[in-house]
Nanobody, 118 residues
Framework: QVQLVESGGGLVQAGGSLRLSCVAS????????MGWFRQAPGKEREFVAA????????YSADSVKGRFTISKDNVKSTVYLQMNSLKPEDTAVYYC???????????WGQGTQVTVSP
């Protein structure tokens, strides 16, 4: 049974930092792309960042570029999202997801809430 379990969300003031973690289990994710998405109240879910388990640098949405960094630890089967210089508009539920094709995502975590106060 595939599981993606996020953690690390919370309440932070604007300008602060948080690091989200996503532990993946239940299958071999070699060759998969791991992504972070977010959904704010009343808005559609949007892409934040992604990285391949097999290597290469991650990439991120323009809205978070220069502030958020995605990384992974293959030994721990964990994907991270380091979020710096947080803004109130970053407030959302953040989801971890896994994609076999790099386009559509097959597996999703339950989400972790990030709230940034002004």
């Amino acid at each position: 049974q595939v599981q993606l379990v996020e953690s690390g969300g919370g309440l932070v003031q604007a300008g602060g930092s948080l690091r989200l973690s996503c532990v993946a289990s239940g299958r071999t994710f070699s060759g998969y792309t791991m992504g972070w998405f977010r959904q704010a109240p009343g808005k559609e879910r949007e892409f934040v960042a992604a990285i391949s388990w097999s290597g290469g640098r991650g990439y991120s949405a323009d809205s978070v570029k220069g502030r958020f960094t995605i990384s992974k630890d293959n030994v721990k089967s964990t994907v991270y999202l380091q979020m710096n210089s947080l803004k109130p508009e970053d407030t959302a539920v953040y989801y971890c997801a896994a994609s076999q094709t790099g386009r559509s995502y097959n597996y999703w975590g339950q989400g972790t809430q990030v709230t940034v106060s002004p």
